[in-house]
């Protein structure tokens, strides 16, 4: 494809995404339309650069997203070279990430030699990673669109997740998501609007107490008023933490008076904002700070999640893939 033909294209998903965001941000096509817009840009620019490559510079894209996704699972799985995070997920990671960054790696070299059927399934094996690092560049892409939009002011509630206790406290990750929604209400009472705080988390095994009510203690601790946090502390899941909030919402009679804000971590808000739009909440999701060094694992855990929100879509995703990697594959092999 002419690199003109690229940018023309890119420009098109690029105004096809603005509309789409406007009118729904909490839907992951978002995302699948910056990729494209993305990978029509990378493909002309590399198109340019070496017009030699044809139809190759197609996979810069999928090749550089299939890398970052297997140092994600190697940096993962690193973590089972220490004693507190050998575990058989961990070994998996690790073993898949190496998996997919040699299937990457050979595939550069194989991609543009032989000739026979078994040559070119043999690339298609080869190319499989591309679509998955496709998939993880599309969610980071509707992650970072989504978290640059501003929330809107007067939420009728503003619900925290939980994210786990440490030795019956409250950790630094939660307390940020708290800290943020309680900033979050002050900015409201500035504005004369007094939005009920629902803090949500049930009690795990391995917690002396449910996760709301001891970041209901914190809250309190930290001035927030008695009588404006209604404490969620029966749920397990970010599913949970929704329904049940609703149910809390419900029961004083403001469900349907307005949206809600919810509050949880940066690298969660993604998803998060997928659940709400999926169980036909009004809801702005917004995140707070989380240390960096936590992120990349964070992050991986998101996506996986993630996808099985849409199965479907991504196994006819990966079959498309397929069947357009066997065609590149046998129309680039020398006759």
Not at 57 to 62: C, D, H, R, S
Not at 119 to 136: D, H, Q, R
Not at 293 to 301: E, G, K, N, T, V
């Amino acid at each position: 494809m002419p690199p003109l033909v690229d940018l023309v294209l890119a420009a098109a998903l690029l105004v096809l995404f603005a509309l789409t965001a406007r009118a729904e941000p909490r839907r992951w096509v978002t995302g699948v339309l910056l990729a494209g817009a993305l990978w029509a840009a990378t493909s002309g620019a590399a198109a340019a650069v070496a017009p030699s490559a044809g139809a190759l510079a197609w996979l810069v894209l999928p090749g550089v997203g299939a890398v970052v996704l297997g140092l994600l699972f190697v940096g993962n799985g690193l973590r089972m070279l220490t004693p507190a995070g050998r575990s058989r997920t961990n070994a998996v990671a690790l073993v898949l990430g190496l998996a997919v960054l040699a299937a990457a790696a050979v595939a550069v070299g194989v991609l543009p030699a032989g000739t026979s059927r078994l040559a070119v399934a043999a690339v298609v094996v080869l190319l499989l990673p591309g679509y998955p690092g496709l998939v993880l560049v599309s969610y980071a892409l509707y992650c970072l669109a989504y978290l640059r939009r501003r929330p809107r002011p007067a939420p009728t509630a503003i619900v925290v997740l939980g994210s786990g206790l440490v030795n019956g406290t409250v950790p630094t990750l939660l307390a940020n998501r708290l800290d943020a929604a309680a900033d979050a209400w002050r900015d409201e009472q500035a504005r004369g609007h007094d939005p009920l705080v629902v803090p949500s988390g049930g009690q795990g095994d391995d917690e002396p107490m449910a996760e709301g009510v001891a970041m209901t203690a914190y809250l309190v601790a930290h001035g927030m008023p008695t009588e404006t946090v209604a404490t969620e502390d029966r749920s397990t899941t970010t599913e949970e933490n929704l329904l049940l909030s609703r149910e809390i919402l419900r029961a004083r009679g403001l469900d349907d008076s307005g949206h809600l804000r919810v509050v949880t971590s940066g690298y969660h808000v993604g998803r998060a904002a997928l659940l709400t739009r999926r169980l036909g909440l009004d809801a702005d999701v917004t995140g707070a700070p989380t240390a960096w060094h936590f992120l990349p694992s964070a992050f991986l855990r998101e996506l996986l999640a993630a996808l099985t929100l849409h199965p479907r879509i991504n196994l006819a995703g990966l079959g498309v893939w397929v069947g357009g990697s066997a065609f590149l594959a046998y129309a680039v092999s020398p006759r």
